[in-house]
């Protein structure tokens, strides 16, 4: 299973009230990670139980012998008491696995949350089997591909009963970058002022994000590809007069990506659409795009393009000319629809 699939197993499980003895979370991606440990703070302890049966601890303030003697202590007038250690990767291994005793046999009426963040525990440690022998969770989070994160955000639009089009989701996601809770906030932002069953439109994403329908980074990709030059220059000269929210090294990056997917689109002639999508890293839904436009460039002039992207990003950072930076893009897009 995916983090995703693993991440909405948990959370319903969480939202039943089906509690485990122990979770452990750990991976390299925080958000899942936080948003687990939020949701079990806010339901499993009730909010006038929680002077005395929940504690939040600290790795960096706190040890192996406090978080077992914690768990250890019963609930006071409620039916189960919390334990959350935050920053759990402030501990050496060592330390960590000083708590498998406690581990392999929980106390029942304790929920223990280890949020161990930013790096995964190590597999060939028994940690890992013992929370799971004990009845815990084990909980990984990995980082989430930068072609999945549409899919991502479609899925949590889903969850709150929204509709959220793939080419939106891309659109999201090439302008909101790798960073997946801002991303998501972003979503969950979108669902607040969209009726339960609605759908997330450009417009109304242009309107409350900020990301025109008209001038992004998806509509210059397409423009280019289809070699509509007169949208494109628009779009570029959009760019140039707003760099704060359009920044040329991001762009000429999401070109390069662009640029060498039209390339494997080449690389891969009489493959199925799935096959294309899983090779290129892209929503199957745009496989037809990028296939129609690789068309429009054989592989010599993918090269060319991308020895002129090379040059525009060095001009970028100040090498190799001392013209207008901002013209970039248009002296760019000239060469290309040459």
């Not at 969770?137 to 089009?165: E, I, Q, W, Y």
Request: proline residues 4%; positive net charge.
């Amino acid at each position: 299973m995916s983090t995703t699939d693993d991440y909405k197993k948990v959370m319903l499980d969480v939202r039943a009230g089906n509690f485990k003895p122990v979770y452990l979370l750990h991976g390299e991606e925080s958000f899942f990670i936080d948003r687990i440990a939020e949701e079990i703070e806010h339901l499993c302890v009730q909010e006038h139980e929680r002077d005395f049966n929940q504690t939040i601890l600290y790795g960096r303030d706190s040890d192996p012998d406090t978080v077992k003697d914690t768990c250890l202590r019963y609930p006071m007038m409620a039916e189960r008491q919390l334990v959350v250690v935050r920053e759990l990767q402030t501990w050496r291994i060592d330390q960590v696995e000083k708590l498998e005793p406690y581990l392999a046999k929980p106390t029942p009426t304790t929920v223990l949350v280890l949020a161990y963040k930013h790096k995964k525990v190590d597999g060939r440690k028994s940690i890992l089997k013992t929370v799971q022998k004990g009845g815990g969770v084990v909980f990984t989070s990995d980082k989430v591909r930068d072609d999945k994160l549409p899919d991502v955000l479609v899925s949590f639009a889903k969850n709150h009963k929204r509709k959220l089009g793939a080419a939106e989701a891309e659109l999201l996601a090439n302008h909101l970058g790798s960073d997946l809770a801002k991303a998501v906030k972003e979503v969950e932002k979108l669902c607040l002022v969209t009726e339960e069953g609605g759908a997330i439109t450009s417009e109304v994403i242009q309107r409350f994000v900020g990301i025109s329908k008209d001038y992004n980074v998806f509509e210059l990709q397409n423009a280019i590809g289809t070699r509509n030059a007169a949208k494109a220059q628009r779009i570029a000269q959009h760019f140039a007069n707003d760099p704060k929210d359009n920044p040329l090294p991001l762009t000429l990056g999401a070109l390069n990506t662009y640029f060498a997917k039209l390339a494997m689109v080449h690389a891969l002639p009489g493959r199925s659409q799935q096959e294309m999508a899983a090779a290129m890293k892209v929503n199957p839904y745009f496989v037809k795009d990028y296939v129609a436009q690789a068309r429009n460039y054989p592989l010599a002039k993918i090269t060319e393009v991308q020895r002129h992207l090379r040059q525009c990003d060095l001009r970028s950072k100040g090498i190799g000319g001392d013209g207008d930076q901002r013209r970039t893009p248009e002296e760019f897009l000239a060469k290309v629809m040459a």
